[in-house]
């Protein structure tokens, strides 16, 4: 099997986070039928990206919860169309967390962005959100403080490493 260049190779080793204007998510609450507001910062740091495929890690902070680590694999079409997978490490019971999202690569305020919508967690919970993902870099304001959370790019994926 031949490996051929893919127009979203260049997603090796670029980092993505939420702006300020998509950090709000919100959860859901299956015993009381609440829905709350929340702060879902997210970080990729995608690699590696072949053949419009991509992985790497993943760091999710919801409002002021611990951080939470996930192994990040997905796909890019060539028209753009984005299929995410996440997967967090095993529970106690020996299970790993397997999240699904969807998006599209596209430009947002001008710049590279992938508009990113998941939904997830347990069944007595659930977590939606969709975001506008802009690339960072060191250098950039939001590399040394990530909306909502205040802490540099490296800083919060250090759990994940």
């Not at 796909?75 to 999240?99: I, Q, Y």
Request: proline share 6%; net charge negative.
């Amino acid at each position: 099997m031949s490996s051929s260049k893919s127009a979203w190779d260049w997603l090796a080793d670029t980092y993505w986070y939420v702006p300020e204007e998509n950090l709000l998510a919100y959860i859901s609450q299956a015993s009381t039928q609440q829905v709350e507001p929340v702060n879902d910062q997210t970080v990729f740091h995608i690699t590696d990206s072949r053949d419009g495929y991509f992985w790497g890690q993943t760091a999710v902070q919801l409002g002021d919860q611990p951080r939470t680590c996930y192994f990040l694999f997905g796909s890019v079409s060539p028209s753009g169309n984005v299929l995410l997978t996440f997967t967090a490490s095993s529970d106690a019971s020996g299970r790993a967390t397997v999240t699904h999202g969807s998006g599209v690569m596209g430009l947002f305020d001008g710049q590279a962005a992938m508009l990113n919508q998941m939904s997830s967690g347990p069944a007595q919970f659930q977590v939606s959100h969709w975001a506008y993902m802009l690339q960072t870099k060191e250098g950039d304001p939001s590399w040394a403080a990530l909306p909502g959370v205040g802490i540099s790019v490296p800083d919060f994926l250090s759990p994940c490493q």
